[in-house]
């Protein structure tokens, strides 16, 4: 199964910080990356597919990059309401397999 | 508007089975693939199975391959999941998933989730 590597598990940024956060996959996916967000006590919330692909009604500020094996999520600008955990998901092959999240908090 | 309700969860013994039914509306269910997905307490996500929309194809994660099965009745609209030999990591909460749909040109179609259920608890304990 492929791995999905996240970094950092973590990390405590301020509104209005530029954010990012990596996936790394144990092998190339093409661009067969989604990113999903996940408030406490929530479903997971699909941001974008296709590794770069905005969901519709996600704002512009997030925006996703990659190919192959390197990934990044972008917030441009945290907003009080993106301070959730955030997860990779490789669809290129079955089994479909998640990283371990990132958990974006308040500084 | 889409809708996804899991069912059956609980506490069972190790070894012990149980089965999970997902009960769809609100979209067209017999043209979506529908994946299950869990979350161990406090840990992050793992997928678990996918059924197509036919039922004809399933995949599994190597954790539960052999001990998990995945079927569907389209005409009730429900997916369920039968779960046999069930082991204290099996302890999650069980969501299930529609695959996006739309432009079947990319996978993204049947692989990427779109809407979830709220979840059904699965505790295995003695």
């Known amino acids: 199964a492929i791995q999905l590597t996240q970094s950092p598990p973590s990390l405590s940024a301020s509104v209005g910080d530029r954010v990012t956060i990596t996936c790394r996959a144990s092998?190339?996916?093409?661009?067969?990356l989604a990113w999903y967000q996940q408030k406490p006590g929530k479903t997971p919330n699909l941001l974008i597919s296709?590794?770069?692909r905005l969901e519709s009604g996600v704002p512009s500020r997030f925006s996703g990059s990659g190919s192959g094996t390197d990934f990044t999520l972008t917030i441009s600008s945290l907003q009080p309401e993106d301070f959730s955990t955030y997860y990779c998901q490789q669809f290129n092959d079955y089994p479909l397999t998640f990283g371990g999240g990132t958990k974006v908090e308040i500084k | 508007q889409v809708q996804l309700v899991e069912s059956g969860g609980g506490v069972v013994q190790p070894e012990r089975s149980l089965r999970l039914s997902c009960a769809a509306s609100?979209?067209?269910?017999?043209?979506?693939?529908i994946h299950w997905v869990r979350q161990a307490p406090g840990k992050g996500l793992e997928w678990v199975a996918v059924v197509s929309t036919d039922g004809k194809t399933t995949y599994y994660a190597d954790s539960v391959k052999g001990r998990f099965s995945i079927s569907r009745d389209n005409s009730r609209n429900t997916v369920s999941l039968q779960m046999n030999s069930l082991r204290p990591e099996d302890t999650a909460v069980y969501f299930c998933a529609k695959a996006r749909g739309g432009d079947c040109s990319s996978v993204s179609c049947y692989r990427v989730l779109d809407y979830w259920g709220q979840g059904t608890l699965v505790t295995v304990s003695a």
């Open positions: 092998q190339g996916v093409s661009s067969g």
């Open positions: 609100g979209f067209t269910f017999s043209t979506s693939t």
């Open positions: 296709d590794a770069s």
